[in-house]
Each structure stands twice: as structure tokens, then as C-alpha cells.
């Protein structure tokens, strides 16, 4: 359908939508579009392949220019999602059992309770052709998929964020009820902050050999940040956390911020999970 009604307020509001790694432009343009469409306008690129701004986006975009101008690029996944308080990965393929998997409808509802609330959060998608890594699913709070197909699964990145930006505007056009998460004083974690106890506790195993065998630290790693992730803690229930782990002696850092932690030779308290 065409047509746009510019006397008509413009709806900018809702959950940011991530692209990790997109690769066409044409998808970014056509991304803003469906956003445009529904009122969402927050666009965040993780390290477009093709750099940013893109002329081709703009065209495909189809007037949607508040999304496009309003673009921000960052460089990891980390850094686009450091100052949500809640977040989804879409993905189409099994994943281990740690987080929730939630229907459109339900991720949609659940997303217009916490911005009701106050909380700010954001929608991860992955690559054309790939989608995201087990990693990054894990940097999310829960799952959301799609009732499709099951032998022809397959959504383009564009088609995906119209259901969910569909799904957002519908659940504000039903009585939602809005009951806050906490308490009105304790104010939900961001991710930054989330991150920082994911490096402090991974310090603290790393330091008592936790980590073992060093074939199965990164798979170790994602399991310890999926479990971790799940409750959806507090401001001050991170303060809390990290606390605990301070008091209990004081360690040295075993390896630099951003590298994986050192191979251990000793015994140590593995989950026993596969290496993927």
C-alpha cells in the first residue's frame, strides 16, 4: 500500500533494531522502511560491510529519512547494545535451552511493558545469510522466532523486522497491561554494566582454574554469560553481585580485557559441554 499523510504525527518510539555485520545497503534502506512503517526509528548498524551512510539505503528507504539520519554505526555488538536494559535475538535455529524462545506476539507485548516502564531495549537481527552467532545470541536476554515453514524457513533481514515492528504497533493499539519489573528506585542494569560482571567473575573462575580443558573455555564462557544473563537483574542487584565476588579476596587479571582467558594445564570445574 502507498501513501503517506505528513499532517499526521509521526510515531518514533519503541525498541532499537539492530543489524549485525548487514551487508547490502538496499536491505539497511528497505530495514528503515518497515521500521518507518510501524514507528519505530532507532536504527543501529554493527559494522556495516559496506561502510556508512550508504546512497543506496537512502533509495531504498522510500522517505523513511528520520530512520536513515538518525543511523548510528558501532564497531562490536557490545558497544550497540551497552546502554539497553533488555534485549532480543531473533534467530530461526535451535540453540541451547538457557534462554526463553517467545513468540512475536509475546516478545512484542513484553517489549511495550518494559517502554512503558521506562526501560530502554532493542531487537537484535544477524547477517543475510547467516544470521547471528551462538555468542551473540548470548549478549541477549531472550529469543524471538517466527512461526514459518518448516521447509522454507528462511526470512530476509527486511521481512523479519516488519513482523516484529508490525507486532510492536499492534501491541500498543490493545490495552497492555504496563506492571513495572522492580521497584520504581531500583532501576533495570544496562548492558555495560552486565558486561562488566560477566569480565569480573570470569576473572575470579579464571584465577582458580575454572576454565578447563582450554578447548572448551569459549563454549564454557557462552554457557556461564547465557545462565547470567536470564534473570534480567537490577542496578543495584549488579552492585550486589559484584560485591560478593570483591569481598571474597582479590585477584590478579589473568588476561587483557577483550582476549580470551589464559589455557589452563590443571584440573578444573568444567560444565563438560561439547565444543561446538
Known sequence: ????????????????????????????GM????????????????????????????AAAAKADHVIEG?????????????????????????DGFKQVRS??????????????????????GRERWGLTNEEVALADEIVTFPVNPAFASLNIAQAVLLMSYEWMKSG????AATPFQAVDQKPATKEQLFGFFEQIEEALDARNYFHPPTKVPKMIDNLR?????PGFTEPEISVLRGVITSLDQFARRWKKGEAPAKQTGKGHGDGADEE
Open 1 to 28: 500500500m502507498a501513501g503517506t499523510n505528513s499532517e499526521r504525527e509521526l510515531l518514533a518510539e519503541g525498541p532499537a533494531i539492530i543489524l549485525v555485520e548487514p551487508q547490502l545497503g538496499e536491505n539497511i
Open 31 to 58: 530495514v528503515a522502511r518497515a521500521m518507518a512503517n510501524f514507528g519505530l526509528a532507532e536504527l543501529r548498524l554493527v559494522n556495516p560491510r559496506d561502510g556508512w551512510p550508504s546512497e543506496k539505503a537512502q
Open 71 to 95: 543511523t548510528k554505526v558501532f564497531a562490536t555488538l557490545e558497544e550497540a547494545v551497552a546502554d539497553l536494559n533488555f534485549v532480543y535475538a531473533t534467530t530461526a535455529r535451535q540453540r
Open 104 to 125: 512475536p506476539v509475546v516478545a512484542a507485548e513484553t517489549l511495550r511493558q518494559r517502554f512503558v516502564a521506562g526501560e530502554k531495549t532493542g531487537i537484535l537481527f
Open 173 to 176: 493499539m490493545e490495552d497492555v
Open 226 to 230: 547465557a545462565v547470567l544473563s536470564r
